[in-house]
């Protein structure tokens, strides 16, 4: 088992927690990256990329800071697992010490932050295949071998907790789940849903989070939902029924286009960020730990700011 320095504890559902949206989108649509796989972790590597990439975070930093809110920014890993490394040509070593070089940037970042509340560094966790669609699954065992080489690699750097994040099927979120307990780093669950807000593998979100929790002994520290529009699962809240106490934060999309539709389109759909900002505290009547605020596909800045400042006015 990998030991670890003591890390940063997860701030309790009382406290308002700032964190990022989405990276890849950004970084393609806005700074002009052509990112192989969808991977943003090699920009380490380069001068230009470490310097996009600061950029980026700079913005939530801003927003935080402006708000008294505390801050969890993901390192740039969501691709950083074997099987999507090795179509980069990168094998494990490698991979190591890009994971390693990732998290530096944010470390970097948060040893100039002056905020008086919490800022952790999250080690962002993939899936090992698509994150729309479910292909060739694992069983609970399988996933916590295949995971546990990137979730150790975070153990071994200034990482506070594992955000796991467009989870299609419940074996690979329990696997995750699992992994993450044995190097002792917490971990954050982030399920995907369709447009009916069912998970890609047609399990409900209840269930996919009851099954996580029974075979973890309720090990995640709390659950998201990430990459669906509020309209695509809010129905599921409705009368507030005991397991939304697990929901302690949403990376939604700007857009209300299905997965399929996202995926074929040529152009970024950014939404309205009011609008995402409306649904958002719709949402916080429904969810009584909803505290962590971020966005996925399509969101930047402007849309979280929109949100923390919508949820600061109330």
Known sequence: MTTTAPRAPFPSSDTLVVTDAGLETWLSFDR???LDAFAAYPLV???EGRAALAEYYGHYLRIAASLGTAIVLDAPTWRANPDWAATLGHDRPRLEQLITAAVDVVHQLRDGWSGEQPFLIGGAVGPRGDGYRVGATMDPDAAA??????????????????TAMTLGYVDEAIGIARAARHANLPVV???TVETDGALPSGMALDDAIDATDEATNGYPTHYMVNCAH????????????PWTSRIGGIRANASSLSHAELDEALELDRGDPDDLAASYLELRALLPSLHVLGGCCGTDHHHVEAIARAFCAR
């Open 230 to 241: 509020p309209t695509h699962f809010a129905h599921l809240f409705a009368d507030a029924p």
């Open 189 to 191: 669950i982030a399920f």
């Open 145 to 162: 071998s295949y995971h546990s080489f990137q979730i150790d690699a975070f153990a071994r750097t200034p990482v506070d907790v594992v």
């Open 45 to 47: 590597d380069t001068t």
């Open 32 to 34: 002009g990256f052509d």
